[in-house]
């Protein structure tokens, strides 16, 4: 039967579950980060227009439009959708745990049409309704995404590139707007652009009812595993009672809990209760993690916000010329998807060779994973020294800098979660670090309004953001530190294991 294990269907489903999921994140999951490309088609359409006010030209003594406060919305527009995307993937991970795959994408449908049929219908009198509308569509976007990275662990030796490609999917949908924009240029109006959307969210239902599964996806693949409504007896798997029917000694020797944060001596026995997702949230990886990816995402969320604003600036407000820098930097955000698997290989590159003697696979996943973490804040310092620079040509590297850190930072923060915490807390995990990271992002909204006071000119803004940049550091080089640690302690197991060995053949 197709979609069984050990039927001749079985690879065939697995690689169309692959295939669909990746097409599912590359064309719908993260739109609202081509936020860019949308302002300008609303700004056509009139949107908050009744924002922009007459003021004189002291020089020439000429009308002018202010249409600052307009930005202004824009900006707390997309503001708003990125905080609840990541604000609400809290809640939702706990959903998604608790009720599993087919409850989680059922709400995710109904908030992607949700979304899709408000812009349809919004005009430029109705423009307060972007705001529920773009953050409806950014939450089920990212439960898309949320729902597909557990189908890396139908292909175990690849699961943190198939990850990372995912992730990097999810940044390239951005260029769905830039299409939309195209063909706006073309006569296509926006509403039918989005009734099409609102359309496929028929795939979204069919690939949710035969291509994924009830609940989750175990890691590894058990031999009698089944999903999919096609299977005549299709087994249903709870990830928390398989990794415990498994036993201690299958999670791959996690010990993310060995050093939490309210003592350093504390020794845990029962591993139920050191692999808690209590002590899973006070370990030094989490706090870590959570601020390599807060600081940076708070870099990305600024840079986007303020785009249009500022080729708008940088172009002394000609149209034509922030029309081709914003096509431009919605073709880069397409590139995300082919600089993902990148990221991918780098985590996954040790899995080619045997593991050394005495080396956990846990403990191999979790060394790959910091040239991952400092190739990843290298990236974002790079890119935002570039952005923080006012010169025109200069933001095409900045746009290539920016895809690419996006892609390494969102698919190495799911792959690290997915290596360093138990799969059982994985949709927990992955919710609070996200949630906590929104929080940061509000943030945001201060540094608008500081660029505000500084009269549009984003340059002291960018230098801040730049120096809290240097903050992501320290988490690839407490992993690092973490990892030799762990080879300290095994060595010297080994010495005293040889020393009993040698004193016990002596007698």
Avoid at 196 to 212: D, S
Avoid at 296 to 303: A, G, I, K, T
Avoid at 380 to 391: Q, W
Avoid at 420 to 431: D, L, Q, V
Wanted: charged share 15%.
């Amino acid at each position: 039967m197709l979609g069984c294990k050990g039927s001749s269907g079985t690879g065939v489903r697995y690689k169309l579950t692959l295939a669909t999921g990746l097409l599912e994140c590359l064309c719908f999951a993260g739109v609202v980060f081509g936020w860019a490309s949308l302002v300008f088609v609303l700004k056509t359409d009139g949107y908050f227009s009744d924002l922009c006010i007459n003021v004189t030209d002291a020089m020439a003594f000429n009308l002018l439009d202010d249409c600052s406060l307009q930005d202004e919305n824009f900006s707390l527009v997309f503001t708003v959708a990125s905080f609840m995307n990541n604000f609400l993937t809290l809640p939702n991970g706990f959903f998604y745990d608790h009720f599993g795959t087919m409850a989680t994408r059922f709400l995710a449908i109904f908030l992607y049409t949700t979304g899709t049929l408000i812009v349809a219908l919004s005009n430029k009198a109705l423009s307060i309704l972007l705001f529920p509308a773009l953050s409806f569509i950014a939450v089920g976007g990212i439960l898309f995404l949320m729902t597909n990275m557990q189908v890396g662990n139908l292909f175990g030796s690849h699961r943190s590139t198939i990850i990372t490609v995912y992730n990097g999917a999810f940044d390239s949908s951005s260029v769905i707007f830039l299409i939309i924009k195209v063909l706006c240029e073309r006569g296509v109006s926006l509403r039918s652009s989005f009734l099409f959307l609102l359309a496929c969210n028929l795939i979204h239902l069919l690939r949710t009812l035969f291509l994924m599964p009830k609940s989750h996806i175990p890691y590894p693949i058990p031999d009698d595993y089944k999903y999919g409504m096609s299977c005549a007896k299709s087994h249903s798997y709870n990830v928390e009672q398989y990794e415990a029917e498994r036993g201690p000694s299958s999670d791959r020797g996690r010990g993310v809990a060995d050093e939490p944060l309210e003592t350093d001596t504390l020794q845990l026995t029962d591993n139920s209760e050191k692999d808690s997702f209590r002590s899973c949230v006070l370990s030094w990886f989490f706090l870590w993690h959570l601020i390599w990816l807060s600081v940076m995402q708070l870099r990305h969320y600024f840079f986007i916000g303020t785009l249009n604003p500022m080729l708008n600036r940088l172009a002394n407000q000609d149209p034509d010329i922030v029309s081709e820098y914003t096509n431009a930097f919605a073709f880069t955000q397409f590139c995300g998807v082919l600089c993902a698997p990148w990221n991918g290989l780098l985590m996954d590159r040790h899995k080619r060779k045997p593991l050394d003697l005495g080396v956990s696979e846990w403990e191999a996943d979790l060394h790959s994973s910091v040239l991952s973490l400092l190739l990843t804040s290298l990236q974002c310092l790079l890119f935002s020294i570039c952005a923080s620079i006012p010169f025109l040509p200069l933001q095409y590297v900045t746009f290539i800098l920016q895809v690419l850190n996006r892609s390494f930072l969102y698919g190495g923060n799911a792959a690290f979660i997915s290596i360093a915490f138990p799969a059982r807390h994985f949709g927990k995990m992955y919710g609070l670090v996200m949630s906590l990271s929104a929080v940061v992002s509000l943030l945001q909204y201060p540094c608008f309004a500081l660029n505000k006071v500084l009269e549009g000119d984003p340059f002291c803004v960018n230098i801040i953001l730049t120096v809290l940049t240097l903050l992501a550091f320290i988490h690839p080089v407490y992993v690092f530190l973490h990892c030799r640690e762990l080879a300290k302690q095994r060595d010297n197991s080994q010495s005293i294991l040889e020393a009993s060995i040698q004193e016990t053949s002596m007698y």
